[in-house]
């Protein structure tokens, strides 16, 4: 099932410049297990491109991060109650394995590991033309 931006904004807090995902793709769940991928255009107008690094931007780790997190939000968008937020409470298992620039096209994949009561943890990748460049596992808090 394809959600356009539309859809995206309507389930996510973030905006401009801070949206890292600009379509959602396939959303389902498998043996109990619910999972999203979500996909994010890399553009040289990006902000982060001028600064890191000068003539050779790559798209900084955080920012991969804050992708896999968004996507993790949307899974779970329609389980946090109106008026709350979910909340990065942590990182564990990040491994970068390889530069993306403008050009790239993100496929971010989040794979809920739990959700109970107001904590949860779901299991991210982003792979670039079928490439795994990062992975984490994020958690987080809704408040």
């Known amino acids: 099932m394809l959600h356009d931006i539309q859809t995206v904004l309507s389930s996510l807090p973030h905006r401009y410049p801070f949206l890292m ?54 899974l779970l968008s329609d389980a946090i109650p109106e008026g709350k937020l979910a909340f990065l409470t942590g990182v564990e298992n990040a491994r970068f394995k390889k530069p993306v620039t403008p050009g790239d096209q993100l496929r971010i994949t989040a794979r809920l590991e739990y959700f109970r009561r107001n904590l949860g943890k779901t299991n991210c990748e982003i792979s670039v033309e079928g490439v795994v460049v990062s992975r984490a596992d994020i958690l987080f808090a809704v408040g």
């Open 21 to 74: 995902i600009d379509r959602v793709l396939e959303r389902g769940e498998l043996d109990g297990v619910a999972w999203v991928t979500c996909l994010k255009n890399v553009t040289a107008n990006e902000p982060w491109c001028a600064g890191h690094f000068p003539g050779r931007p790559i798209m900084p780790g955080v920012l991969q991060l804050e992708a896999m997190a968004q996507a993790g939000v949307f």
